[in-house]
């Protein structure tokens, strides 16, 4: 068994996909998959990254907003 074996490759905006994101701002998995794919690669990136950063849904859309310049 080698000891350090590489990971593959994975883009962070496909990375969400492997766990639920924002667990109880979203109601099902499938609503947050729906949001994160309504997002440009960016935007999903950076809200991925900050996850931690959210209480709501609120604070997500109000995240979007400034990284957008609507805010």
């Given amino acids: 068994m080698d000891p ?3 990971l593959p490759s ?3 905006g496909q990375m969400y996909a492997a766990y639920t994101f924002a667990p ?3 109601l099902t998995k499938e609503d947050s998959d729906n949001f994160m794919a309504s997002l ?3 935007t999903r990136d ?3 990254k900050h996850t931690d950063d959210f209480r709501s849904r609120e604070d ?3 995240c979007i907003n ?3 310049g609507e805010a």
């Fill in 4 to 6: 350090i074996t590489p």
């Fill in 10 to 12: 994975v883009m962070s």
């Fill in 24 to 26: 109880g701002i979203f």
């Fill in 40 to 42: 440009d690669s960016d």
């Fill in 46 to 48: 950076y809200v991925i």
């Fill in 60 to 62: 997500i859309m109000e």
């Fill in 66 to 68: 400034r990284l957008h």
